[in-house]
């Protein structure tokens, strides 16, 4: 039996770690690695058009799947792609290893060419960033860094030498059996005990959820129900929280709808479940609050806190629950749900103003039909911008979607390579980018991925010739726009030229019958939507703290919330409401 090199031990830890395969562009210090990875019966080589599309592609199906994912990038410029793709998983949590494949191990250090520092440029985007520098490292460097990765969630990178890649592998070498997902995470007793005291004295209590409420729907719920307290989310909690949620309030922060602000000032009690919610003059001065979240780093970040709670929400709240004393007073809740059914009522008279006949197109009402036809168990990924405003006011979820984007670092041109990642987990799952055409163009050679590998991702495009958002921040700041229009092409021709399915849409009229044929197309399609640049977005409250590098809106279609099943869903939340 022929030995194995250290690329081809390297590939079968990855394997054994779960990773299916490697997203990058190929190049010369590579070659070991991906050669490997042709020769392995269990792992793949993704072949994407740029290494940033790579690193964002692993973060998502890190995020779809919850286990490890993987990229990598060639010596020099090639791994250097890879850094804002990487600080995007990271600051999502995800877990992804990132190879940075160096230069030839004897020239490190003397101005070679392409030469570059992974140890230092990838430092502040990892918990784990080292160098196999000799075979004797391997296995054992590689499967630390897959345990930080996996343990600590977010990214670890290995820099290896392509010569080092190409030597022998030690015949004897320390295997260990690999940590492949993270174990909960419980409160001490003591924080149990005051947090119970706090809830029990309290008479009104919120509750405001981010992404760390993932898997905890029905502990939330239940302890909404006990201690009667209206439950808000953030951006990143949107999809965990809001489906079947009698408790539902809207969601605070800049892309805000609702009465979330209200229910998180108005209370005695704030408790922030698993949120790192970054927009602290959104949220009270004058209240006492309670942070629970699995990353201790994470506790009074935000704001002052009068409990710092170390654990992970479903646990905390299963070991809470019991201990709180049934409340009956619904006064509180009962405001706040009528607050916020009134907020979403607000705008349906401007909805309804004959919007599906306005031209351009708004938006809005975009989203609004995209959100009625695509699956129920679709996942959109969003790009930075005004995409997400319109996919956290109007997308539904309902415990099977997911909504992915960037929303921790916001990055512009993630969506389209988060939908590779997405999609290359489960072709027969319905993936839509909602992209804008500042953030597709930025990636759109990436496009060409889709048409390579026929992924069947779904392209709509908020097309509005311009970087919108930008100008709002703009407008914010009392200036002229100046840089933000684009000069762009029939985005459908380009698509239907690669190779692709590409429509055009200027009309209203068109919308759903172009929408429904895209999605009946087996393979990649681009729907290419004209849409009017005048429609803008507004905060839920606005002082000069909030809207400082924000735009602010002139728009009259979208007021104070979305529409479209948000609306329903408040109506039946307070159809609920007893009658004194």
């Known amino acids: 039996m022929a030995k194995q090199n250290v690329a081809e031990q390297f590939v079968d830890v990855l394997s054994r770690a779960g990773v299916k395969r490697l997203y990058g562009v190929v190049g010369d210090s590579l070659n070991p690695v991906v050669d490997a990875i042709r020769r392995h019966a269990d792992m793949d080589w993704v072949q994407v058009r740029h290494e940033e599309t790579a690193a964002f592609a692993a973060g998502a199906e890190a995020q779809i799947t919850g286990t490890l994912a993987a990229c990598a990038g060639s010596c020099g410029p090639g791994n250097l792609h890879l850094i804002n793709g990487l600080y995007d998983a990271h600051r999502s949590m995800a877990p992804v290893l990132a190879l940075a494949s160096h230069i030839p191990s004897s020239e490190i250090g003397l101005g070679y060419f392409q030469e570059t520092h992974p140890g230092l440029l990838f430092q502040e985007c990892s918990h784990y960033n080292e160098m196999i520098s000799n075979p004797q490292q391997m296995p054992r460097l590689l499967q630390t860094a897959i345990q930080h990765a996996?343990?600590?969630?977010?990214?670890s990178v290995v820099s290896m030498p392509g010569d080092i890649a190409s030597q022998t592998a030690p015949e004897k070498t320390i295997e260990h059996a690999l940590v492949t997902s993270r174990p909960s995470v419980r409160p001490g007793d003591a924080e149990i005990e005051k947090l119970c005291r706090m809830v029990d004295e309290a008479k009104r209590v919120t509750l405001f959820c981010g992404?760390?409420?993932?898997?905890?729907?029905?502990?939330?719920?239940?302890?909404?129900?006990?201690?009667?307290?209206?439950v808000g989310h953030a951006?990143?909690?949107?999809?965990?929280?809001?489906y079947d949620n009698p408790f539902d309030v809207g969601m605070s922060g800049l892309l805000g709808y609702g009465a979330a602000y209200e229910a998180t000032n108005e209370?005695?009690?704030?408790?922030?479940?698993?949120?790192?919610?970054?927009?602290?003059a959104f949220l009270p001065t004058d209240v006492k609050i309670v942070q629970v979240d699995v990353r201790p780093e994470h506790l009074g970040r935000r704001s002052k806190l009068d409990l710092a709670v170390w654990g992970d929400v479903r646990e905390t709240l299963r070991c809470l629950t019991p201990r709180v004393k049934a409340k009956s007073d619904r006064k509180f809740l009962d405001r706040m749900l009528k607050k916020h059914a009134d907020a979403l009522e607000g705008v349906i008279s401007a909805y309804t103003r004959k919007v599906e006949k306005h031209v351009p197109i708004h938006p809005e009402y975009v989203a609004s039909v995209l959100d009625e036809l695509a699956d129920d168990d679709a996942v959109f990924t969003v790009d930075t911008g005004m995409c997400n405003v319109w996919a956290a006011r109007y997308l539904t979820p309902n415990g099977k979607r997911r909504v992915i984007g960037s929303f921790s670092h916001g990055s512009m041109a993630n969506a389209l390579p988060q939908a590779i990642g997405a999609q290359f987990t489960d072709r027969n799952r319905q993936v839509v980018s909602m992209s804008g055409d500042g953030g597709f163009t930025m990636l759109m050679g990436d496009f060409l991925t889709l048409v390579q590998y026929d992924l069947p991702v779904k392209v709509v495009l908020f097309n509005n010739s311009a970087l919108g958002m930008v100008e709002l921040e703009m407008l914010v700041a009392g200036l002229p726009s100046f840089g933000t229009t684009n000069k762009n092409p029939d985005f459908a021709a380009i698509a239907r030229a690669s190779g692709a399915y590409g429509v055009r849409v200027e009309k209203p009229k068109q919308l759903e019958g172009a929408l429904k044929d895209a999605f009946k197309h087996k393979g990649p399609a681009l729907v290419d939507i004209v849409t009017d640049p005048n429609a803008l977005s507004m905060p839920p409250r606005i002082s000069a703290d909030m809207v400082t590098g924000f735009a602010l809106s002139a728009s009259k279609i979208v007021l104070d919330g979305g529409v479209g099943r948000m609306v329903q869903m408040a109506r039946s939340n307070l159809r609920n409401v007893p009658r004194p």
């Open 150 to 155: 996996i343990g600590r969630g977010g990214v």
């Open 211 to 230: 992404s760390g409420t993932a898997g905890a729907h029905a502990e939330v719920m239940e302890f909404a129900e006990r201690v009667k307290a209206p």
């Open 235 to 242: 951006l990143r909690g949107k999809e965990w929280i809001q």
């Open 267 to 280: 209370c005695d009690l704030l408790i922030l479940l698993g949120t790192d919610f970054p927009y602290n």
